[in-house]
């Protein structure tokens, strides 16, 4: 890696870093990384082909096109295809069986984001002291 | 991001909503790990590849060495997998890699028709409106109109425009014209005009 590329790459991480949507983003919420990042270590883990997840991908970004021509204005979530090809391609796999998922989605939204997380810590919770 | 509703329907029957989505990942990933199938390390390091390390950055230090070395130019442009394997680039989604290359008389702009296939070793992750519908289809029907109304980019009456749909087959990007006026910069410096747009062919090198 040369300086500059160094350079941009925290320049780009910065970017990255800034609310709200921009052109240079590549991802406008944390879940469209990670879903991509899970596709990816799905592939690496040899789970499937890329070219079959691939198809599953425009095939689900097709049907929406389709709703679309007829007047069915879902909004456009690109990421939202993206794991629908994934859950796809991993149900063919046997890596996701039945309604496992739903189940699994209905307990997060169960669980508050700070379960157990409710009182206030007024200490700081590790010191590393002055020497 | 919308606040989750109260719905009869159960949440795969009608669209979802952005928390929805969210906590569908999240559970997606607890299964796989709980399967043994990925771990949370190997997904932690792939999303911290692909949002920080792996970024048009890359392309940008291949066209700078095309536009100073003319033996690897033609290499480039005869193989560009090969060609960036030779400095070290590649991986998914770039085992075939076709450049094409902007001329006086030709200006080229890629796109993928069917969703969103792109070089990613050399530009990184598309940007959100690389993977717009509106985008997809209408940089088809009228570049040179998109170009100039969308992108701010006017290309001459006189310069053929092609546009160069990416499969998962075959992914093209640009080899964008060296501006006048650089001959005294070198590789590093040069890399710093090439920007992402540039190699997607929906906007200019900088002028130094």
């Known amino acids: 890696m040369t300086e500059l590329g160094d350079a941009r790459r925290r320049v780009e991480q910065l970017l990255t870093e800034l609310p709200g949507e921009s052109d240079q983003l590549s991802f406008d919420h944390p879940w469209e990384l990670r879903a991509f990042a899970l596709a990816v270590a799905a592939y690496h883990a040899g789970q499937y082909d890329w070219s079959e997840f691939q198809l599953a991908l425009i095939g689900s970004i097709g049907s929406w096109e389709t709703a679309d021509a007829t007047g069915e204005h879902e909004p456009w979530r690109y990421y939202e295809h993206w794991l629908g090809a994934l859950e796809t391609t991993l149900s063919g796999s046997g890596a996701l069986a039945g309604d496992e998922l739903d189940e699994r989605t209905r307990t997060v939204i169960a669980t508050p984001r700070d379960a157990g997380h409710h009182d206030a810590h007024r200490e700081p919770i590790a010191v590393d002291p002055a020497r | ?208």
């Open chain 2, 1 to 208: 991001m919308s606040a989750p509703t109260s719905s009869p329907l159960p949440i795969t029957l009608r669209q979802r909503t952005e928390a929805e989505v969210a906590a569908r990942v999240k559970a997606l990933e607890s299964i796989m790990i709980e399967k043994g199938i990925m771990t949370t390390e190997a997904i932690d390091r792939l999303a911290e590849i692909y949002e920080n390390e792996v970024g048009p950055q890359l392309g940008a230090s291949v066209v700078a060495k095309a536009w100073t070395d003319p033996e690897f130019r033609t290499r480039l442009l005869a193989n560009a997998t090969e060609a960036c394997a030779e400095v070290g680039i590649g991986g998914l989604q770039g085992e075939d890699m076709v450049v094409v290359e902007n001329t006086d008389t030709v200006h080229n702009v890629i796109a993928c028709t069917l969703c969103s296939c792109y070089p990613w070793p050399v530009l990184g992750l598309p940007p959100n409106w690389y993977k717009y519908p509106a985008y997809r289809s209408s940089i088809v029907r009228a570049p040179r109109r998109v170009l100039r109304d969308d992108f701010g980019f006017d290309i001459p009456e006189s310069v053929e425009i092609r546009v160069w749909d990416s499969s998962s087959e075959m992914r093209y990007w640009v080899l964008p014209q060296r501006p006048a006026g650089t001959d005294s910069l070198g590789e590093a410096e040069l890399a710093e005009l090439v920007t992402r747009d540039a190699m997607i062919g929906t906007g200019p090198v900088a002028t130094p």
